[in-house]
């Protein structure tokens, strides 16, 4: 449990220091990213911010696991 926690403190203590730069990144507002506006209702999905986010995790996991 300690080798999953330890580590994801860390990652959200980065990510954490780094939202001021992460922030300006346009994730969120990318073509495919699903959004609908009605009177009452707001509905977003972000369809290609998701797969991006996927893309990027799946390639770092494979290059940290070897």
Same mark, same amino acid.
């Given at each position: 449990?300690?080798?999953?926690?330890i580590?994801?403190?860390l990652?959200?203590?980065?990510a954490g220091?780094?939202?001021? +730069?992460l922030?300006?990144l $346009?994730l969120?507002? =990318?073509?495919?990213d699903?959004?609908?506006?009605?009177?009452? +209702?707001k509905?977003?999905f $972000?369809?290609t911010? =998701?797969i991006?986010v996927?893309l990027?995790?799946s390639?770092?996991?494979?290059?940290f696991?070897?």
């Open positions: 449990m300690q080798r999953v926690l580590p994801a403190g990652a959200l203590l980065v220091l780094c939202w001021p +730069v922030s300006r $346009p969120g507002r =990318l073509p495919g699903i959004s609908i506006s009605r009177p009452g +209702v509905i977003f $972000p369809l911010t =998701l991006l996927s990027l995790l390639l770092l996991f494979r290059f696991r070897k």
